[in-house]
């Protein structure tokens, strides 16, 4: 099946279909983006359109298309990269889901410990990287590293060295700014060598500010702008569900990224379609770029919200691994609805002069405060 956008510009691309696909639904709710990158890299097939004469990798484009999703009898169009993962998936031969099923599984408690002390260490990592790069946004790549490390180093069905396995599982990070939590859980996890954190937002480094899946194994879409992770997800999912493929889907969303509409376009398409292996984790810390969610935007009551688009709603502490576990434990049972965990967090979590405080958002620490920063971490490893 061929899916081609034909030169109709960024705004209303046209779609035309081919070998029998047959059409199912329009796509309104699923906004895609190309952020920080060439379409054709995306692999959108662009035909003469002022897309297709984009050459820099890192414009900061947005463009908003409206897709269609097709199904013929053999595999299913969804956004274009999860059509070339499911290409590559059908060409190739998993071992995740089997490893999975026959590893010896630790004791809760054991589980806990490792998880928290991996965040500790993602922790004092992600500080590294802000401190040697002089940029970064340490706020939220701390509220979320409790969240992240559960994910990657207990939860995840991956395989850092089959990255493209076709059942494994798949995260995007929507809140695509903190890559600080990203990149040191993909290191730590195995999919590029620990030292390759040092280069982060260097000159040719593959570790930009924002993630780029055609620069660093282990990442599923790019992400960046704000709204734009979330809607592209519950695609990867729809293709999970329209294949009966045994993945999950999670998403990491910030708060303020809620204030985003595609954000409801996208959960209004997630609650329609019953996607039951979708897991949306929103990174709670109250705050968004200089100031506190309820003053900008309110968000409350945010867990209503959910259950109005047909979703079933967990309230947890983010900050707490124990209870993310059995959340994310209790996401793997069979469902016919999408599962959104508020995770209550904190910015800065883990950092004293950090913590709760919107001015760290994107704020650099002095040596002085670095030195602080590892101190309190190492102590809290320590106790
Ligand atoms: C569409 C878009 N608008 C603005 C920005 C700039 N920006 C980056 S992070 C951020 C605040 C995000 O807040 P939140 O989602 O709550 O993230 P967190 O608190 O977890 O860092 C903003 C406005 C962006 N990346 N994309
Ligand atoms: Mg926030």
Same mark, same amino acid.
């Given at each position: 099946?061929?899916?081609?956008?034909?030169?109709?510009?960024?705004?209303?691309?046209?779609?035309?279909?081919?070998?029998?696909?047959?059409?199912?639904?329009?796509?309104?709710?699923?906004?895609?983006?190309?952020?920080?990158?060439?379409?054709?890299?995306?692999?959108?097939?662009?035909?003469?359109?002022?897309?297709?004469?984009?050459?820099?990798?890192?414009?900061?484009?947005?463009?908003?298309?409206?897709?269609?999703?097709?199904?013929?009898?053999?595999?299913?169009?969804?956004?274009?990269?999860?059509?070339?993962?499911?290409?590559?998936?059908?060409?190739?031969?998993?071992?995740?889901?089997?490893?999975?099923?026959?590893?010896?599984?630790?004791?809760?408690?054991?589980?806990?410990?490792?998880?928290?002390?991996?965040?500790?260490?993602?922790?004092?990592?992600?500080?590294?990287?802000?401190?040697?790069?002089?940029?970064?946004?340490?706020?939220?790549?701390?509220?979320?590293?409790?969240?992240?490390?559960?994910?990657?180093?207990?939860?995840?069905?991956?395989?850092?060295?089959?990255?493209?396995?076709?059942?494994?599982?798949?995260?995007?990070?929507?809140?695509?700014?903190?890559?600080?939590?990203?990149?040191?859980?993909?290191?730590?996890?195995?999919?590029?060598?620990?030292?390759?954190?040092?280069?982060?937002?260097?000159?040719?480094?593959?570790?930009?500010?924002?993630?780029?899946?055609?620069?660093?194994?282990?990442?599923?879409?790019?992400?960046?702008?704000?709204? !734009? /992770?979330? %809607?592209? @997800?519950?695609?990867? +999912?729809? #293709?999970?569900?329209?294949?009966? =493929?045994?993945?999950?889907?999670?998403?990491?969303?910030?708060?303020?990224?809620?204030?985003?509409?595609?954000?409801?376009?996208?959960?209004?398409?997630?609650?329609?379609?019953?996607?039951?292996?979708?897991?949306?984790?929103?990174?709670?810390?109250?705050?968004?770029?200089?100031?506190?969610?309820?003053?900008?935007?309110?968000?409350?009551?945010?867990?209503?919200?959910?259950?109005?688009?047909?979703?079933?709603?967990?309230?947890?502490?983010?900050?707490?691994?124990?209870?993310?576990?059995?959340?994310?434990?209790?996401?793997?049972?069979?469902?016919?609805?999408?599962?959104?965990?508020?995770?209550?967090?904190?910015?800065?979590?883990?950092?004293?002069?950090?913590?709760?405080?919107?001015?760290?958002? !994107? /704020?650099? %620490?002095? @040596?002085?405060?670095? +030195?602080? #920063?590892?101190?309190?971490?190492? =102590?809290?490893?320590?106790?």
């Amino acid at each position: 099946m061929k899916l081609i956008a034909d030169g109709s510009g960024i705004a209303a691309p046209r779609w035309r279909e081919g070998n029998g696909a047959k059409w199912i639904g329009t796509f309104q709710t699923l906004s895609v983006s190309l952020p920080y990158c060439r379409p054709e890299r995306q692999g959108w097939r662009c035909r003469d359109s002022n897309l297709a004469g984009l050459t820099t990798p890192c414009q900061f484009l947005r463009g908003t298309f409206e897709m269609k999703i097709f199904e013929s009898r053999s595999l299913a169009f969804v956004p274009p990269f999860a059509y070339e993962n499911f290409r590559r998936a059908k060409s190739m031969s998993s071992s995740v889901e089997s490893r999975a099923e026959n590893a010896p599984q630790p004791d809760r408690a054991v589980r806990i410990a490792h998880v928290r002390e991996r965040a500790n260490w993602m922790r004092r990592r992600l500080l590294k990287m802000i401190f040697d790069a002089g940029q970064g946004h340490p706020g939220g790549d701390l509220s979320a590293s409790d969240i992240v490390a559960t994910l990657y180093f207990d939860i995840l069905r991956i395989d850092p060295k089959n990255p493209a396995a076709p059942d494994r599982d798949r995260f995007v990070l929507s809140k695509g700014h903190c890559t600080g939590a990203l990149y040191s859980a993909l290191a730590g996890a195995g999919f590029f060598p620990e030292a390759e954190l040092d280069t982060y937002l260097k000159p040719e480094s593959r570790l930009n500010g924002h993630p780029n899946r055609t620069y660093l194994p282990g990442i599923e879409t790019n992400t960046g702008p704000l709204g !734009h /992770g979330f %809607p592209v @997800a519950t695609g990867i +999912a729809t #293709a999970g569900q329209i294949d009966q =493929a045994g993945y999950r889907v999670f998403v990491l969303t910030g708060d303020g990224e809620l204030q985003e509409g595609s954000m409801w376009e996208a959960a209004m398409f997630a609650g329609h379609r019953g996607l039951g292996n979708l897991t949306l984790i929103v990174d709670r810390n109250r705050l968004q770029q200089g100031a506190g969610t309820e003053d900008t935007n309110a968000l409350e009551p945010l867990a209503d919200k959910w259950r109005a688009f047909g979703w079933e709603v967990v309230e947890l502490d983010g900050h707490d691994v124990g209870a993310l576990i059995d959340a994310f434990d209790a996401a793997a049972e069979p469902r016919n609805k999408p599962r959104c965990i508020i995770a209550n967090t904190f910015k800065g979590n883990g950092v004293s002069y950090m913590h709760d405080n919107a001015a760290w958002h !994107h /704020g650099v %620490p002095n @040596a002085d405060q670095y +030195a602080l #920063a590892l101190s309190e971490l190492e =102590a809290e490893m320590a106790a």
